[in-house]
Structure formats: C-alpha cells, structure tokens
C-alpha cells in the first residue's frame, strides 16, 4: 500500500505486507532527519491529555524539519463551545498539512478522516484503537526478539478494557504467535477476540496465574488496570492491585524474556524490574520516535 | 383472498409480505415511504398461518430494487416481496442481508462517535449466520441480541 496521503486509524486497516514495511522505514528513520519534511505542519487535536504521544509527535515532526500547532486538551478547543468534531476537522485542515488526534470517544479518528481533506493520523479513539502505539510494539518486539514469526507472547494485566493489547493481538496475528492471555476472569480477553483467534487457527491459552505461564514466554506485555475504562468504580477498586510484578516473577522464565509496558504505570509493575536486562519498556516508549517520523514521511509522501 | 383484500390491490408497485407485526412501521421508516407521493398502504396485526400476525406494505406506483429490499432483511428477513405489475405478480424478490449496512442500526456502544454526533451510523457484515456486524466508526462487534434499530 502506498501510504501518500493515506489515513492511519486503525491497525486493522494494514496487511502483514504494510506493517512490515512501516517497521523498515522506521528502522531509516531512527536519527532526525532535519530537511524532511521542511515547510510541513502537523496540526495536534489532543481532546484528552497524553504526555508520551503528544511529545513524541511534536519531536518526530520538529526532527525531520517539520512546524507543529495545535492544542493540548479538549477545554482549550472550541469543543467546549460546543463545536463538533466535524466543524473543527473541516477548519483545522486549512491551517496544516496532516492531523494527528486523540479524542475519548470511540470512532472519532475515522469520522475526523472523513470530515478533512487531509490525512489524519490516529492518536487514540477511546477504548478503541492507538496504532501508532501498536507499531511501536512491533517495532520493539522485531528490535530485541531479532524477529516477529512464532513468538510466544504474555500478556498481563486487563485485557478486557486495554485497547493495545487488543490491537497488538491482531497485529501479531499475522506472525504465527503463541498467546498466554493471563488475567482474572473479570478482566480475560473479550470472547469476540478468542474467536478470532480460534478463526485464524492461532494457538492460544487464557490464564489468571502467571507462574503457572512464565517459563513459557519470549515477551510478557504488561498494562495497567485502567481506572478510566472501568464503568463501575467498585469494580475498579477489586482489581486495582491484583497483579504487582517483582524480581520474584524473573525466577522462573526463560533468559532472554523481554518485558514490554505501554506505560505509564501505576503499581504493576516495581521499580526493581527496571535495571533488570529483562525490562525493555523505556526503549519501547522511545521506538515511537521512528515509528512517528516513518509515518509522517510515508503519509506526507516524502519516502516511499 | 378475503385476506389479502383487506387493503386494498394495486395495479403496479410493490407489495411486502410476511413482515413480522412489530416490524411493520420499521419497514416503513427504513424505506422511508412517508416521502412517497403514491398510494401507499400499510397494514399490521393480520392473522398469519406460518408467523401468527404479520404486517403488509403496498406501495402503488414504486418497484423496489433488490438493494432497497434489503435494507429491511435486519427487521424482516423472512418478508416476501412481489412486483407488481398489472395487478399480476411480475417478479418475487428474496431479502438477503447486504454486505454493508448503513442508517438502520444504533451502535450499542454508547461510546461510539455515532451516539455522540448526528452522523449515520455504517456497519459491514461479517457473518450473515449467525449475524454479526462490525461499527465501522469505533470497530465494536454487534450479535443479534444487541441490535437496535433507529
């Protein structure tokens, strides 16, 4: 797929050819290439906070030579005048020549897409989809596995509500994965994943004991319980502190396991793990830095 | 036949059989046959052998394409639709449900950008039994049971 002027929304969108592809353009783009992307603005529609995807944007776009504007929560746009997600794409694209979004509501990236004229890039629907979240996964696993194909991959923490775990799912999907989805019962996988997977003919375990799993993994993908997402806060507060992991977890699992978090984190996962050669996810929050210039490029049309 | 003429024949139009009585007036929004100039008639609660009460439209003057047709399969897959020309049947359409859905279904997930802005909801079928469609704005999957219709 040739990605000029192409919309990013959602992971679903690319085939194995396209990811693989992006993940090869990222790999050209890990130091800034100043020129690039000269007399291009990138507008940032941030209608909920985020720190780690907003900067990164900026710093993507701002390396490769590229301007930036844009606002950083939904009460400094007009939407707290009321205006629709529609009007302020529809003016917004005058002012840039690609849209970067967040928004808290499901679906907003692909309608912002529709209503502007320019590419959109999606920063996070919701619960929904993140696929620049999910590129940077891929990116991470091919970085310090060597390789995608026929990984076994554990995933812990909620798996119902956590849309990088879903999106990062599919994605894998098309390299002959093993999953360990370990989680209580409350928070396992939506059945409509399973049965995908079931579809596909994707081998795959549901657990809530993670020892039970831990010598098995090559990557364990660790998410935080997110307050946010839970529609009952009681329901919150029984899961909030269920799984802590420590060193206590590196006893059991094979030498060279790789722990991967989309971060932030709140409690679950201890600091001890950090200088551990176990813990990747400070080098997976910065594998979005070329992942983002890969796409910025690729959208804007300056590489192919 | 004293059934049938319990509305009135038409000359040359369509006629929808066998819908199920709860679906009638739906049938009629998703056609939108309140913006029909013709004659249009519509008649619900009638006894029916194979559903027990059953609705009937008959719109004089108007042939539904098969893409018209169906639009209503999610409300009536089992209705029977006739063309109608000369007050002979001319032609019987089945209803098959379309690849792709638009308009006639609410998301469930009150999160979704539909249920936010006044945009037409738009969903593809991924499988016609047992149905299942996905929201092409936030990507949730719909079964049967969580269908609403607008």
Known sequence: ?304 | MKKELTISAIKDGTVIDHIPSNATFKVADILDLKSIKSMVSVATNLPSKHIGKKGIVKIEGKYLTQEEVNKIAIVAPDATVNIIENYGVKKKLRVSIPNQISRVIKCSNPNCITNVEKIETRFSVLSKNPFKIRCHYCERDMNKEDIEIV
């Open chain 1, 1 to 304: 797929m040739n990605l000029k002027n192409q919309d990013i929304i959602s992971i679903n969108d690319f085939s194995k050819e396209d990811l693989l592809h992006i993940l090869k353009i990222a790999k050209s783009m890990e130091k800034p290439k100043p020129a690039l992307l000269k007399n291009k603005i990138m507008s940032t529609l941030f209608f909920e906070p985020s720190t780690r995807t907003r900067l990164s944007f900026i710093y993507a776009m701002e390396s490769l030579g590229g301007e930036v504007l844009g606002f950083d929560s939904a009460s400094s746009s007009s939407a707290k005048k009321g205006e629709s997600l529609w009007d302020t794409a529809k003016i917004v694209e005058k002012y840039c020549d690609i849209m970067v979004i967040r928004h808290p509501v499901e679906g907003a990236a692909r309608l912002a897409a529709e209503a502007s004229g320019k590419p959109v890039i999606n920063a996070g629907d919701g619960a929904n989809q993140h696929p620049t979240q999910t590129l940077l996964d891929l990116y991470t696993i091919q970085k310090v596995k060597g390789t995608l194909n026929s990984l076994s991959i554990g995933m812990v923490g909620d798996l119902k509500y956590g849309r990088t775990v879903h999106s990062l799912t599919a994605a894998m999907s098309y390299f002959n994965p093993t999953f360990y989805f370990i989680a209580p019962q409350a928070l396992q996988m939506p059945q409509t994943y399973l049965d995908e997977l079931k579809e596909k003919g994707i081998k795959f375990v549901t657990e809530s004991n993670l020892q039970k799993v831990s010598n098995k993994l090559d990557i364990l993908y660790v998410t935080r319980i997110q307050k946010e997402r839970f529609p009952d806060p009681v329901e919150y507060e029984k899961y909030k502190g269920y799984y802590k992991l420590d060193t206590k977890l590196l006893e059991n699992v094979k030498k060279d396991l790789k722990i991967m978090h989309p971060l932030p984190r709140v409690d679950e996962m201890d600091k001890s793990l950090d200088n551990t050669p176990y813990a990747v996810y400070f080098e997976q929050a910065a594998n979005g830095i070329p992942i983002r210039r890969a796409l910025l490029a690729l959208v804007l049309g300056k590489t192919k």
